[in-house]
């Protein structure tokens, strides 16, 4: 556990993170992505197997005064993040870095350029800076108690540029969905997500809140670090519910790359 007055390097946290229990060793022997259904059964036919990667360093190291920000580069430009220990979501966590690697690799086959964008459980922003770097239209959305510093990573690294301006918005998982981004108004051409499965209580919210934005000719991307048999339980779901590919796989990070889509009736 991590106490409040140390400072907040996320290398720290990772590794507390990464730190495999038994749960995690049982569930990483019952589901590899042989017997996944979602990699087999429910695997869109045209897409192959997934491609393997490694999380490449576009972390720039940097002497800075500020211990709590840290400098990346994508698409040529270099982003400065400001983390935090108080939420899990002032953490850059590595989907977020495979998700903008893979982005800034695949823009032909993942053209962001005039697409309305939707992150869902942004966190620090980083992905989100990623997409508005690449041309698209960006909604940022978290947790109330995250706003503020997303919306401060977000400005500070988009204000200059000549790109759409991002808007940044309160989204809670499952609540008001209907009042907040009614469907007559809000079609996404994507919805992003990154590391938002993992232990926490609000599973099934989330899935709903995937469900409720997925439309047609919406394209769900969705990179997450897989921990815990919940993990797997979760992305089972997914794959029960949407067309869904593993696009690629960072084995050294244990991350995996999904696409996902509404099936056609």
């Known amino acids: 556990m991590i106490s409040a007055q ?6 720290k946290i990772q590794r507390t993170m990464d730190c495999k229990s ?30 393997t ?43 977020a870095l495979a998700l903008s690697q893979y982005l800034e690799s695949n823009q032909e086959q993942f053209n962001l350029k005039d697409k309305k964008v939707l992150e869902i459980g942004a966190g620090t922003g ?19 108690e995250v706003l503020e510093n997303l919306s401060y990573n977000i400005s500070r690294n988009t204000q200059n540029l000549n790109m759409h301006k991002p ?22 051409d994507f919805i992003l997500a990154t590391d938002v499965v993992y232990h926490h209580g609000a599973l099934d919210p989330l899935l709903a809140t995937m ?6 000719g919406t394209v769900l991307l969705w990179a997450n670090k897989f ?10 779901k997914v794959c029960n519910i949407f067309n869904t590919t593993i696009l690629a796989e960072f084995p050294e990070s244990n991350v995996k790359l999904l696409k996902a889509t509404v099936r056609k009736n």
Do not use: M
Not at 173 to 183: A, H, K, R, S, T
Not at 227 to 236: A, H, I, K, N, Q
């Open 6 to 11: 140390q400072p907040p390097f996320p290398n």
């Open 22 to 51: 038994k749960e995690e060793e049982t569930c990483e022997e019952q589901y590899d992505s042989e017997n996944c259904t979602c990699s087999s059964e429910h695997a869109e036919s045209d897409a192959g197997s997934p491609v």
């Open 53 to 95: 990667l490694k999380i490449l360093q576009n972390w720039v190291p940097r002497v800075s005064h500020y211990f709590d920000k840290e400098h990346y580069t994508y698409v040529g430009h270099q982003i400065v993040i400001q983390e935090s220990i108080e939420h899990f979501g002032a953490v850059v966590w590595p989907g």
């Open 126 to 144: 980083l992905l989100s800076i990623v997409a508005c770097i690449l041309g698209a239209h960006v909604t940022a959305t978290d947790l109330p």
């Open 167 to 188: 808007e940044v918005r309160k989204l809670i998982w499952g609540e008001g969905l209907n009042e907040d981004f009614p469907v007559s108004t809000y079609h996404y």
């Open 211 to 216: 469900v409720y934005f997925c439309k047609p």
């Open 227 to 236: 921990r815990f048999s919940t993990d797997y339980e979760f992305l089972e």
